[in-house]
């Protein structure tokens, strides 16, 4: 690059460029989400109730059998007995190894999947229902989520009006009847944890029945205006339900909220001392703090896209990512704080899913500002690292950094395929989440404390359980990729599969990059001489195989071969032409298998990989799929395909939310990109977007760039810098002349400029006449 330096434009001229750049972006983009999402009727099933939540409460709005009914929820309510199955003393790797070696890996199925498939626990466990007999109001006019305020409003032609909400950071949910005819009090109806009827073993995607887990009846007491539940779980844990409202002549107003102890536990506030102290609050002054969390949560970002079906589904995916991350509450499992309230245990379990579930939940908070929300995921993370190092050494046999595939709510293993359940390279996928928050908060601190140590103990790992190969190269006993082959002896390669490799890759990569920056030298140099031993990936005509000899050969679900160009961007466009060729033939392998054995998911993360292959078409069209495809009404991805259209054989409904934040992600990729160190802004839109803007997206090294497109052209772009340093990024504006009030650097292709921590510059496109 050959850069020539340029000036800024003087005060007086620039301030009359930002009036005008700023009242056109103002006619140009009334803030999305501002608006309100109805719908016809109150929903007559759980998975398309309106959702509401903080992270620690959830609350489902629908209507069963003429009640409406709040399916309640909080995000701790877990059965932990243990897996007596995982003895690993007995039954570890080498035994695992052992048994695939002598064609015997039914007896690993037995000891390891049969038991996650057929034992009710341990498990995710749903917290109740509040419901009201809504018979005598006749008709429903309407029903609206209104995502600004985080707020569910149903409307009766009769005149009656329910406004509902989860605080956003307290414990405790309200709602509030106005222009009542009649009395109108709620009951608390438990979960049907006993009671007569088949409990069967049911498929874990379908769910056990709640039974199953062997509780005693809770109790539920009554009092004048409020109504408790308490239930005793396993091994002694408790938790309770309560409700309490006052009546005001046409008016019905009340709060509730879920409490939980573990054994042993110190006293906790009880449900019902929360509801008793927020009373003597009142529900207007709750709303007044909620909705100010809410205010800054639409104000860290915000977008604007002249395609209706994809910004409806973005701002109802991001609403849900603030209804279910919070620093101080646990991440993001399969569903959440929306346990399914069907009287089963929810699609797997509940549980934590970290072969793609976890760590597709968080690709959203990066670009879209919410590094706070993707906080709690860490800290959960390194909370439980004593209980992940024991499991490494127990089952793996070495010391270093693993974290189980699937896991309780306290991080222990759970079992299941354990190709993916037990695999190696794990926890090299979290820390790519370490990576990211390194890369895109500047935060020295958190490198030094937990970044670099994180990745450290995850390159100790894995060069302490591979073995060299007869070809004099590094690999692990066992390698295999998400989930080819799904749990059969065949999911297990005898040489490394790519996804694995390129974990294995970034890590040591990743390694000597966060050790040089730290000023680790000796610890660089050792990293990348690791890294020498590994082999290359196994590429063929079809793009990046699954495994040496092995291309993909049929339609599936996860893309996981595909690892090093997203999100890992090993290979990527900015490499060269080799990189280019492979991601080119990737992709249109991934086209020709075609999409019959692709979940929800699939599509979305198919909408990221061709943003980052620069088609915005290609893009849009994987992600209008989902949108249109494969969720529900209330925007609940359900996995299969919904739509009657063909485009999946899957056609099955279990929710689970990491589809829906990487369809966020994906609208974000589409809009600006920054993994290769220069930023890109609108590196992948359809041709006829030509209206297009965004506000305070986030890019690694800690910018934020608002931009806004008009008639195919950009007019204009803010970036602010919150550590302070040097910005490249690809000249927007082709061209055409614009302006900016900093000098920088340029030359054909970029525009380079260093600011100091807090400054903001702005470029403006020169218009004609101007």
């Given at each position: 690059?050959?850069?020539?330096?340029?000036?800024?434009?003087?005060?007086?001229?620039?301030?009359?460029?930002?009036?005008?750049?700023?009242?056109?972006?103002?006619?140009?983009?009334?803030?999305?989400y501002?608006?309100?999402?109805?719908?016809?009727?109150?929903?007559?099933?759980?998975?398309?109730?309106?959702?509401?939540?903080?992270?620690?409460?959830?609350?489902?709005?629908?209507?069963?059998?003429?009640?409406?009914?709040?399916?309640?929820?909080?995000?701790?309510?877990?059965?932990?007995?243990?897996?007596?199955?995982?003895?690993?003393?007995?039954?570890?790797?080498?035994?695992?190894k052992?048994?695939?070696?002598?064609?015997?890996?039914?007896?690993?199925?037995?000891?390891?999947?049969?038991?996650?498939?057929?034992?009710?626990g341990?498990?995710?466990i749903?917290?109740?229902?509040?419901?009201?007999?809504?018979?005598?109001?006749?008709?429903?006019?309407?029903?609206?989520?209104?995502?600004?305020?985080?707020?569910?409003?149903?409307?009766?032609r009769?005149?009656?009006?329910?406004?509902?909400?989860?605080?956003?950071?307290?414990?405790?949910?309200?709602?509030?009847?106005?222009?009542?005819?009649?009395?109108?009090?709620?009951?608390?109806?438990?979960?049907p944890?006993?009671g007569?009827?088949?409990?069967?073993?049911?498929?874990?995607?379908?769910?056990?029945?709640?039974?199953?887990?062997?509780?005693r009846?809770?109790?539920?007491?009554?009092?004048?205006?409020?109504?408790?539940?308490?239930?005793?779980?396993?091994?002694?844990?408790r938790?309770?339900?309560?409700?309490?409202?006052?009546?005001?002549?046409?008016?019905?107003?009340?709060?509730?909220?879920?409490?939980?102890?573990?054994?042993?536990?110190?006293?906790?506030?009880?449900a019902?001392?929360?509801?008793?102290?927020?009373?003597?609050?009142?529900?207007?002054?709750?709303?007044?703090?909620?909705?100010t969390w809410?205010?800054?949560?639409?104000?860290?970002?915000?977008?604007?896209?002249?395609?209706?079906?994809l910004?409806?589904?973005?701002?109802?995916d991001?609403?849900?990512l603030?209804?279910v991350?919070?620093?101080?509450?646990?991440?993001?499992?399969?569903?959440?704080?929306?346990?399914?309230?069907?009287?089963k245990?929810?699609?797997?379990k509940?549980?934590?899913?970290?072969?793609?579930?976890?760590?597709?939940?968080?690709?959203?908070?990066?670009?879209?500002?919410h590094?706070?929300?993707?906080?709690?995921?860490?800290?959960?993370?390194?909370?439980?690292?004593?209980?992940?190092?024991k499991?490494?050494?127990?089952?793996?046999?070495?010391?270093?950094?693993?974290?189980?595939?699937?896991?309780?709510?306290?991080?222990?293993?759970?079992?299941?395929?354990?190709?993916?359940?037990?695999?190696p390279?794990?926890?090299?996928?979290?820390?790519?989440?370490?990576?990211?928050?390194?890369?895109?908060?500047?935060?020295?601190?958190?490198?030094?404390?937990d970044?670099?140590?994180?990745?450290?103990?995850?390159?100790?790992?894995?060069?302490?359980?591979?073995?060299?190969?007869?070809?004099?190269?590094?690999?692990?006993?066992?390698?295999?990729?998400?989930?080819?082959?799904?749990?059969?002896a065949?999911?297990?390669?005898?040489?490394?599969t790519?996804y694995?490799?390129?974990?294995?890759?970034?890590?040591?990569?990743?390694?000597?990059?966060?050790?040089?920056?730290?000023?680790?030298?000796?610890?660089?140099?050792?990293?990348?001489s690791?890294?020498?031993?590994?082999?290359?990936?196994?590429?063929?005509?079809?793009?990046?195989?699954?495994?040496p000899?092995?291309?993909?050969?049929?339609?599936?679900?996860?893309?996981?071969?595909?690892?090093?160009?997203?999100?890992?961007?090993?290979?990527?466009?900015?490499?060269?032409?080799?990189?280019?060729e492979?991601?080119?033939?990737?992709?249109a392998h991934?086209?020709?298998?075609?999409?019959?054995?692709?979940?929800?998911?699939?599509f979305?993360?198919?909408?990221?990989?061709?943003?980052?292959?620069?088609?915005?078409?290609?893009?849009?069209?994987?992600?209008?799929?989902?949108?249109?495809?494969?969720?529900?009404p209330?925007?609940?991805?359900?996995?299969?395909?919904?739509?009657?259209?063909?485009?999946?054989?899957?056609?099955?409904?279990?929710?689970?939310?990491?589809?829906?934040?990487?369809?966020?992600?994906?609208?974000?990729?589409?809009?600006i990109?920054?993994?290769?160190?220069?930023?890109?802004?609108?590196?992948?839109?359809?041709?006829?977007?030509?209206?297009v803007?965004?506000?305070?997206?986030?890019?690694?090294?800690?910018?934020?760039?608002?931009?806004?497109?008009?008639?195919?052209?950009?007019?204009?772009?803010?970036?602010?810098?919150?550590?302070?340093?040097?910005?490249?990024?690809?000249?927007?504006?082709?061209?055409?002349?614009?302006s900016?009030?900093?000098?920088?650097?340029?030359?054909?292709?970029?525009?380079?400029?260093?600011?100091?921590?807090?400054?903001?510059?702005?470029?403006?496109?020169?218009?004609?006449?101007?």
């Open positions: 690059m050959e850069f020539k330096k340029l000036p800024g434009l003087t005060s007086t001229l620039f301030c009359l460029f930002i009036m005008a750049a700023c009242n056109e972006k103002q006619e140009q983009q009334t803030p999305p501002y608006m309100e999402s109805a719908f016809p009727d109150l929903a007559q099933t759980w998975d398309e109730a309106i959702p509401l939540g903080n992270a620690t409460l959830g609350a489902l709005i629908w209507e069963k059998e003429g009640k409406l009914r709040f399916s309640l929820d909080r995000a701790d309510l877990w059965d932990l007995r243990k897996m007596e199955n995982l003895d690993f003393e007995k039954y570890d790797f080498n035994w695992v052992d048994q695939w070696e002598a064609n015997e890996y039914g007896a690993v199925q037995r000891q390891f999947d049969v038991p996650y498939d057929t034992l009710s341990p498990s995710k749903p917290g109740g229902a509040l419901e009201l007999d809504i018979s005598g109001l006749g008709e429903v006019e309407s029903v609206k989520l209104d995502l600004q305020k985080a707020t569910c409003v149903v409307r009766w009769n005149g009656t009006v329910l406004r509902t909400f989860v605080h956003a950071t307290e414990p405790i949910g309200w709602y509030r009847f106005e222009n009542l005819e009649r009395t109108l009090l709620p009951t608390i109806v438990p979960p944890y006993v007569e009827g088949a409990v069967g073993v049911q498929n874990p995607v379908s769910g056990q029945d709640l039974r199953r887990l062997g509780y009846a809770g109790k539920v007491s009554k009092g004048e205006n409020t109504i408790t539940y308490e239930q005793e779980g396993w091994d002694e844990f938790f309770q339900v309560n409700t309490r409202w006052e009546e005001n002549g046409d008016r019905l107003e009340g709060s509730w909220s879920i409490s939980s102890k573990k054994k042993d536990e110190e006293t906790v506030n009880t019902s001392e929360i509801t008793e102290d927020a009373f003597a609050k009142g529900m207007d002054e709750f709303q007044e703090d909620h909705l809410w205010d800054e949560f639409w104000k860290s970002s915000a977008i604007h896209l002249p395609d209706t079906l910004q409806r589904q973005y701002y109802m991001m609403y849900k603030g209804a991350a919070r620093q101080g509450a646990p991440p993001i499992s399969l569903q959440s704080i929306w346990t399914a309230d069907n009287g245990l929810p699609p797997w509940g549980d934590f899913h970290h072969d793609l579930n976890t760590q597709l939940s968080y690709w959203p908070t990066y670009s879209g500002n590094l706070k929300l993707e906080q709690g995921f860490i800290d959960w993370l390194n909370q439980h690292q004593t209980t992940f190092k499991y490494t050494r127990e089952y793996f046999g070495t010391s270093g950094l693993n974290v189980p595939g699937v896991t309780t709510l306290e991080g222990d293993p759970m079992g299941g395929w354990i190709q993916y359940a037990f695999g390279t794990v926890s090299a996928w979290l820390g790519h989440h370490y990576y990211l928050h390194w890369r895109y908060s500047m935060d020295r601190e958190f490198l030094e404390k970044g670099y140590p994180w990745i450290r103990d995850v390159a100790i790992f894995l060069n302490e359980v591979s073995v060299l190969d007869e070809d004099g190269k590094r690999k692990l006993p066992l390698s295999s990729s998400p989930e080819i082959h799904n749990n059969d065949r999911a297990w390669f005898d040489q490394m790519n694995d490799l390129a974990l294995v890759r970034w890590t040591y990569t990743t390694a000597a990059e966060l050790a040089r920056e730290l000023g680790y030298t000796d610890d660089a140099e050792a990293w990348n690791m890294l020498a031993e590994w082999p290359d990936y196994a590429t063929d005509e079809t793009g990046l195989m699954v495994a000899g092995n291309p993909l050969q049929e339609s599936h679900r996860h893309f996981s071969h595909i690892m090093a160009i997203h999100p890992l961007n090993l290979i990527d466009p900015s490499n060269g032409e080799k990189d280019r492979i991601i080119e033939n990737t992709i991934l086209d020709e298998m075609g999409s019959s054995n692709w979940t929800g998911y699939s979305a993360w198919l909408g990221n990989l061709k943003a980052r292959a620069g088609d915005g078409e290609g893009a849009a069209r994987a992600l209008r799929d989902f949108a249109s495809s494969f969720v529900l209330n925007s609940f991805h359900v996995n299969g395909d919904q739509s009657g259209t063909g485009k999946s054989s899957f056609t099955y409904r279990p929710f689970t939310l990491e589809g829906n934040f990487a369809f966020a992600a994906g609208i974000q990729e589409m809009l990109q920054s993994h290769t160190g220069v930023v890109k802004l609108f590196p992948a839109i359809p041709a006829d977007w030509q209206d803007s965004f506000t305070t997206l986030r890019t690694q090294g800690a910018f934020l760039v608002s931009a806004t497109m008009g008639n195919g052209k950009v007019d204009n772009v803010e970036i602010t810098s919150e550590k302070g340093g040097e910005i490249i990024f690809e000249n927007p504006f082709g061209n055409d002349e614009f900016s009030d900093k000098e920088y650097l340029k030359d054909d292709q970029f525009i380079k400029l260093t600011l100091a921590e807090g400054e903001q510059v702005v470029f403006n496109r020169e218009k004609e006449g101007h």
